[in-house]
């Protein structure tokens, strides 16, 4: 029992009103009427918080088996995922559940990147390309450095 709990039924032992007790221990009255109350009804003065918020809709034991089909497929969508939870449980829940249920166990949604799509002038230069080197010999192909796009910087020392 906090400290304040046990002042506020230990003043009202005295005979000290719910007005002056809210006043000495900054409280307000409505708790300081519950706490006397209760500790009038059960002899205890413990006033448990209520909990916000609609209960969850899936239990634990539904989350670990939500946790083990993502790890199977990491690609699944959660539309997916909530339609495998349904068949293997019977609970209906929506992509929005799956979604907050997955971020609270440290997973978290992202899409790929998207590759950027060619143009009608990139396709036009590729085809040029292809039909300017298509009589090109296997000795030519061999003499190209092939990067990927990597910039090599080469230094050449001279003795």
Known sequence: MSQNLRKEI????????????????????????????????????????????????????????????VEENRHASSLQLAKAVESQTGVTVSRDTIRHTLQRNGMHGYRPRRKPLLKPMHKKAH?????????????????????DETKITCYLTVH
């Open 10 to 69: 230990s003043l009202h032992k005295k005979g000290e009103g719910y007005k002056k007790i809210s006043k000495a221990l900054h409280i307000s009255q409505n708790t300081v009427a519950k706490v006397i109350q209760k500790f009038k009804k059960d002899g205890s003065a413990t006033i448990l918080q209520r909990c916000p918020g609609h209960p969850r809709k899936l239990t634990s034991r539904q989350e670990r088996l939500l946790m083990r089909r």
């Open 127 to 147: 085809l040029e390309f292809a039909r300017a080197h298509a009589e090109k010999g296997e000795d030519y192909w061999d003499s190209i450095l092939w990067s």
